[in-house]
Structures are given as structure tokens and as C-alpha cells.
């Protein structure tokens, strides 16, 4: 049995905060404590009390006075984008056809998919990411490397092979059976290994043929515990082009829904064009729209409007996007959220954006009884966040009124320089495991 206290000021959401200073959404521990035993949170608290359950060989990581929060949450990128971050000047197709396909056909070399997808990895969790939801290439072998790196840290992540079959470069293109063959094979290879959860993903309306879409639904049928991800309405020429391959669908949404691809189950990367009517499906079959505010201000593609998706009753979540989302850092994400919103005249609280990158999207993945909050029996997936990481961040905490002007400090100045150590089912992360074109062996299994 392996037991650590981490010690720090404790902070954790139970529920969606209603107004800026909702006391009632979290627990807040000043001199705080969470007791983690295999992976697992054992105790919550006062530092004081939970001690009390703790035994002589219980090791304690005393982080006073930086905050300890659940580990953020991503729910949208893209593994094989990770070197073509910072790609200038285009929109999304001309983005797409000039950079990204060209820059996915380097993941059919297994080395540099391994090598990239530990160098992913790391990343996410040196900025405090420890679950993320990403789409890996075309090619089958990227996604061993992705859930291969993930099962080597110990990381919950969900990913799956993006199917194509059209409007993409030949070496990137499967057909609708290999498609299906090569989801099937890694479904039963990676789905509940350890922490992995598959995603069906075929990439977008665009670029599969009706052909594919159909396996698309057979997959998804014959996997109901699968997660869907896919994009919808970023662009609108890409809303164009998509609509006009499929001229017996009423909009964009109802391609995905003809071929039964919308649950709850189902994310949807963007969602920033859509009509009342197709806002409304997205309620009405739980579909989670996925709102990636560096990325679609990187990419001039428009502004995600969140008050539409509350007033619909429909779900969303957050994510970075990477890569045309411009960084890893959810901090950062946020800081872009609140000024896509505030564009809007829509108004995003410190709470309500500490909650979306936590429990907010542990809720959008269905995995709250998991991750995304501090609760006995969770996994002990923790970030220690640290509000003075930068001189001009010390300065500005020096006149810090509460616990929440801190959140925002964090959010609007923080970034990897802010995360303090990330521990994930319990095990501190915050360093790589491995450095560039070298491969260690594989950690001990978590017990
Ligand atoms: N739509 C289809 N593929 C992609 C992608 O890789 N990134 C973004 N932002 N949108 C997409
Ligand atoms: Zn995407």
C-alpha cells in the first residue's frame, strides 16, 4: 500500500457556480489535505483531521500555500498537431490542406509518432492537464503511441484514430472498411485498458463519404460506451462545402444526426454557426458542444456563444485545440474564454472558468465520479497551482482581495509557469518521463 498526504489550500467544486461569489459550488480548505491511497482519494480536508488517519509511513508533499485543485480537463486536440502549433495565416480549410495534412503524414513513421505522443504527454501535464480527449492521425499506429504514452504515465485519456476517406491527401485516406476495421481492432486493443477510453472520430463531415459515415454508425451501435468526437460549424465555408456534400441533410447537425452519430456521448468540436433548430438537437440528444477560444480566435473562425447553449438547455465543455488552438495551457484557454465572451456581452466568472476546466468537463465526458473533483473514492489525479509564479503575478497578488481575485489573477496572467507539481493517480508528474528520440521502458503498472 502506498499512502501521500499533499498539503496545501484545498479547492474543489461540487456544483456549477450561479453568480461570482457562489460560497455554495465549492469546499475550500485553508490549511487543506487530501489522503491518497493506490491512486485513489482517501481522505479530504482539514490538514489536522485528515492526518489523524494517516499511518508512520505515510509521506506528506507539504505545498502551502499554493492551491491544490483537481487536474484540468481537456476536451479537444489534436496529438499529431503538436509541432504545427504557431502555423501563420490561414483560415481553416487552407489551414487544414496546408499545413495539418501535411504535417499528419509524419505519424505513418511509428518512431515519431511514439516520440511526439510522450513529448504531448508531458506537455499536457506540465501545464496541469492530467485527462484530455484528443484525436490521433489516420494512422493506427499513432494511436498505440497515444495511449502507449498515456498508460506510461498513468494518464486517464480518451483518443481514437481519425477516420477519412475523401477531400485529403492519398496517404492520409483510409476507405469506409479499413476505417472500420482498423476502430474495431484498436477498440478491442485500447478501450478500458487501464485508464484509456476509445473515441470514434471520424474527423469531419468533409472529409467522409456517406460510404463512411454509415460505418461510422455501425461502430457507434455496436460500441454505445465509445466516446464520438467530430467537428461541427467552425467555419463558414467549411459549412458550406460540408452542406453541399450532403443535399438531403436540413443543416450541418443533421449529417451527424441521419447517421446516428449525436448521444451523450458525442463531442463536438466548435458549434459556432448553428441555427435554433440545430442548437436544439444538441439539447435534445446531450451532445456536447466544445467551445476552443484560442482556436477559433487563431484561426478568424468566430465566437462561441455559450449564453445560446444555457438558455437551450444544451451541454458544452472547453478545450484547447491544440494545434490550431495557440497552447497547452487550460489557464490560458480560459483567459481567451472570458474575452471571447466578454466580446459578446456574455460575462465568464473566475469560479465558473476554475469549474469548466475541472468539474465542468469531467461532467461533459460523463467521468465525474472519476476525475474533475476532490472526493473519497476519486481518482487522485491533482494540480498544485502556484498564484505568484511570475514577478508581475507576485506583484499583483500583493493587493489580492479573496480566493476568487486569486482564480482570476491566475487565469488572466498564469500559464505552465503557475502549475507547481501535477500528480496523477497519486504519482508526482510534473517532469517529463522521457527526453526527445529516447523511449524508456515503460513504468510498473499501477496497482
Ligand atoms: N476540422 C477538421 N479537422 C480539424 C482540425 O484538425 N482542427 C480544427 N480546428 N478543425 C478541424
Ligand atoms: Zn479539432
Request: one cysteine or more; hydrophobic letters at 40%.
Amino acid at each position: 500500500m502506498t499512502e501521500i498526504l499533499i498539503r496545501g489550500r484545498v479547492l474543489t467544486f461540487v456544483e456549477e457556480p450561479r453568480h461570482i461569489d457562489d460560497t455554495s459550488a465549492f469546499r475550500y480548505f485553508e490549511d487543506g489535505a487530501v489522503l491518497v491511497r493506490n491512486g485513489k482519494i482517501a481522505g479530504l480536508g482539514h490538514f489536522a483531521e485528515v492526518r489523524k488517519s494517516t499511518s508512520v509511513e505515510t509521506q506528506i508533499a507539504d505545498h502551502r500555500p499554493n492551491l491544490i485543485l483537481p487536474g484540468f480537463i481537456d476536451t479537444h486536440l489534436h496529438f499529431p498537431q503538436t509541432q504545427a502549433i504557431a502555423s501563420y495565416g490561414a483560415q481553416l480549410l487552407e489551414w487544414l490542406n496546408t499545413y495539418i495534412f501535411v504535417e499528419e503524414q509524419k505519424f505513418a513513421k511509428p518512431e515519431h509518432a511514439s516520440m511526439i505522443a510522450g513529448r504531448f504527454m508531458d506537455e499536457l501535464l506540465s501545464n496541469g492537464t492530467t485527462t484530455a480527449a484528443a484525436y490521433c492521425s489516420v494512422h493506427p499506429e499513432s494511436v498505440d503511441a497515444y495511449f502507449t504514452a498515456a498508460e506510461e504515465r498513468g494518464m486517464l485519456v480518451i483518443g481514437g484514430k481519425v477516420m477519412m476517406d475523401r477531400n485529403a491527401p492519398e496517404k492520409l485516406r483510409d476507405t469506409p472498411q479499413q476505417g472500420y476495421d482498423e476502430t474495431k481492432r484498436l477498440i478491442a486493443k485500447w478501450h478500458g485498458r487501464g485508464r484509456a477510453q476509445y473515441a470514434i472520430s471520424p474527423r469531419f463531415a468533409i472529409t467522409s463519404t456517406p460510404a463512411q459515415m454509415d460505418a461510422s454508425r455501425v461502430l457507434v451501435a455496436e460500441h454505445p460506451d465509445c466516446y464520438v468526437q467530430t467537428h461541427l460549424s467552425e467555419n463558414r465555408d467549411e459549412i458550406a462545402f460540408a452542406t453541399s456534400l450532403y443535399p438531403d441533410a436540413k443543416d450541418y447537425t443533421d449529417i451527424y444526426a441521419r447517421y446516428e452519430l449525436l448521444s451523450s456521448k458525442t463531442l463536438l468540436g466548435h458549434c459556432i454557426y448553428l441555427s435554433d433548430r440545430e442548437v436544439s438537437v444538441l439539447a435534445e440528444t446531450g451532445a456536447v458542444g466544445v467551445f476552443c477560444p484560442t482556436s477559433n480566435l487563431f484561426l478568424g473562425s468566430g465566437l462561441f456563444d455559450r449564453d445560446r447553449f444555457d438558455r437551450a438547455g444544451a451541454r458544452y465543455s472547453v478545450a484547447t485545440d491544440v494545434g490550431a488552438g495557440t497552447s497547452f495551457s487550460m489557464l490560458e484557454t480560459m483567459d481567451e474564454a472570458y474575452k471571447v465572451l466578454h466580446l459578446q456581452g456574455q460575462r465568464l466568472s473566475p469560479l465558473n472558468s476554475f469549474y469548466m476546466m475541472t468539474l465542468g468537463n469531467a461532467r461533459a465526458l460523463g467521468l465525474d465520479d472519476r476525475i474533475g473533483s476532490l472526493h473519497l473514492g476519486a481518482d487522485a489525479d491533482l494540480v498544485v497551482l502556484n498564484s505568484r509564479a511570475k514577478p508581475s503575478m507576485e506583484l499583483r497578488m500583493q493587493v489580492a482581495s479573496s480566493l476568487v481575485d486569486e482564480l482570476f489573477v491566475m487565469q488572466t496572467m498564469g500559464d505552465d509557469r503557475c502549475v507547481a507539481e501535477v500528480y496523477v493517480a497519486g504519482k508526482a508528474r510534473k517532469h517529463p518521463l522521457q527526453r526527445p528520440h529516447q523511449i524508456e521502458r515503460p513504468e510498473p503498472e499501477l496497482i
